[in-house]
């Protein structure tokens, strides 16, 4: 079952959804789950939220890297092609093999895992499609994508391409990935390089590299990345309606720093000031371009 809904309308569906547990949640004579929930959302939590419900035996993590966006019901367009669809199971001891040759295999007995249907139905279409060991690697690596020039261009209505042109701004986003990284640290996540997008090796430049080694690479990659899609927040500001998926994203990593100690004032304020907008509680105009005022009370250096 794919679970293609925003991050914060996950918790009303697993309402319903529990309504059903007995039958979803009932495993085959050897023990293999015949369903599985499919958490699509971006940022952190959305598998851990299931799994509390259903067990982690049901649930897998996944996300995709090729930028899209929804025309109408049911139509959606790829902004740019080349990304995948990542899966990756919360127990990867309960996972098939997935390699070609055991897919074939599974397909040919009566009841094929779920996973398998899965992965098979993926690479017939046109999204490619990858299995990844650790489900946190995977989603915390996509984190990384999704926070670059996403909550500073929302706020300030700035696409990525003059936003990493900034130095100030490029700064204030480094920190706020550093901030990142460090929380992925002390939550002992490791990233993954993902297609077209090594967060792994971009975890190690970030850590590393001072901000005009990594400005040169890091605006043409970010700008090329969207395509000719705006970042998602920037949609949550002009429509208005009140929630965002911030909070699984950077306030997500807010809210683990807390936890360890770990100091995260960037986030904290894109969290605070996206938030603002999004539930009409600060007024757009006040902010669009306004980078002195954004960079006031952050700790960009």
């Not at 293609?4 to 979803?24: F, M, N, P």
């Not at 590299?209 to 605006?219: A, I, S, W, Y």
């Amino acid at each position: 079952m794919l679970v293609c809904v925003k991050a914060y309308d996950v918790d009303e569906v697993i309402q319903e959804l529990r309504l059903h547990r007995a039958h979803l949640c009932k495993p085959d004579a050897a023990g293999v789950p015949r369903t599985l929930f499919v958490c699509l959302q971006n940022g952190v939590g959305s598998e851990e939220a299931f799994a509390a419900v259903f067990g982690s035996q049901y649930v897998v993590g996944a996300t995709t890297t090729s930028p899209i966006s929804i025309i109408s019901p049911a139509v959606v367009r790829v902004e740019r092609t080349g990304g995948i669809v990542a899966l990756a199971t919360m127990r990867p001891q309960d996972a098939p093999r997935v390699d070609r040759s055991a897919i074939e295999a599974d397909l040919k007995t009566y009841n094929p895992h779920p996973l398998t249907l899965l992965v098979d139905g993926f690479k017939q279409s046109m999204l490619p499609c990858r299995v990844y060991s650790h489900y946190r690697g995977l989603k915390w690596s996509k984190l990384l994508l999704n926070i670059l020039g996403n909550a500073t261009g929302a706020i300030l209505d700035m696409p990525a391409e003059a936003l990493y042109a900034d130095e100030r701004l490029f700064g204030f986003e480094m920190q706020m990935l550093r901030e990142t990284i460090a929380v992925m640290h002390g939550l002992g996540v490791s990233p993954v390089n993902l297609p077209r997008f090594p967060a792994a090796t971009l975890t190690w430049a970030v850590r590393l590299l001072p901000d005009v080694v990594l400005g040169p690479v890091l605006r043409g990659r970010v700008a090329h990345g969207r395509g000719d899609k705006r970042p998602s927040f920037y949609y949550d500001v002009i429509k208005q309606k009140g929630k965002s998926e911030v909070t699984y994203l950077n306030g997500a990593v807010v809210a683990y720093g807390r936890r360890l100690g770990i100091p995260t004032p960037v986030n904290a304020r894109l969290t605070e000031v996206l938030t603002g907008l999004v539930n009409g509680e600060l007024r757009p105009d006040d902010w669009r371009g306004r980078v002195d005022r954004l960079l006031a009370t952050g700790q960009a250096k």
